[in-house]
């Protein structure tokens, strides 16, 4: 009989008597550990039933732990593992499975925090100093913070924060801001430097938590900027500020220009030529082509200015419209 049908026959009787027959245990290769404990099946495969048990406690998250044959082979003799290969040049190392916190996260750890504090309405958090911290993969709460302070009138916290699990009880510093939500004007679409502002451009954003610049309108009074052109562009949903505006020159020097005079149940019209740039809401010069007299009146709209009636007219060559910087020979060349 041959070694080989011997061996096979052997088998069989082992099986009717009830025998198990076991495989022998394998060294796994190098991997990761999930838990916060290393078991004796993260080293060794094909363990038998029951023969899994802890052997320590896990590296911290993102670590890991180098172990060497002459412990391997230790473990194998304490713990009764059948590892048939056996070395003392075997080597294996185990990763703790992790994640590195990113400022994303943080923030909304200090949202939910505050939220639960303040019980107020939405809120923004900015992360600016955070630390750099790898916490277990799949954990519900890996982070906590402690000794949290908030400025309200800054709108600036501190606090200190550290991994759910940790062993030192070492803390880390977290700082950033938080603002409260007001009613904001802000640009309803992106909009190009020296596009003059219409009603359509601003619309009042009731829970606007972003950071507010100092120069932002924070009271919505979109009418009084109605005509005002921008000098720069500006994007959707952008706080309106006033270093954004300027005067838009509804009148440029030299342009025809509409003259009205308005009494109750009146309206006079005369043409006319600017004599000044102007903006809404602006007065200027303007000089009247029908008579040649020189008025000052209110820039009302494009290419228009509405004079008082009881304005006083100005002759062209006169004192008082030379004090104005007006000449004849000028204000014959608008004619």
Known sequence: MSFKTHWAASITILAFLGINIAEAATLRPSGAIKGGSIYLSDIFADLRPGQDRILGAAPDPGKSI???????????????????????????????????????????????????????GPVTVYADEFPSLIVPENEDDPLKIEHFEWDRDSGKFTAKVMPTQSLTGES??????????????????????????????????????????????????????????????????????????????LIHHGDPTLISYSVPGIRLTATGRALEDGGSGQYVHVLNLGNHMILTGKVIGTAEVRVDASATAIAPDTDEAKRLGFNAATLNALK
Request: no cysteine.
């Open 172 to 249: 880390y510093p977290l700082k950033g801001t938080i603002r409260m939500a007001q009613a904001v004007l802000v640009y309803a679409h992106p909009l190009p430097s020296g596009h003059i502002l219409q009603d359509s451009d601003m619309v009042v954003d009731q829970n606007f938590s972003k950071d507010i610049p100092v120069g932002a309108m924070n009271l919505p009074e979109p009418g009084q900027i109605v005509g005002m052109a921008l000098v720069r562009g500006v994007v959707a949903g952008g706080a309106v500020q006033t270093t954004d505006l300027r005067k838009a020159n």
């Open 66 to 120: 180098y172990i060497g044959g002459t412990q391997l082979i230790a473990f194998a003799d304490q713990y009764g593992v059948d590892w048939d290969d056996q070395s003392s040049s075997s080597s294996l190392t185990l990763t703790r499975v992790g994640h590195k916190v990113n400022k994303s996260e943080y923030e909304a750890l200090v949202k939910k925090l505050f939220t639960q504090q303040q019980a107020s």
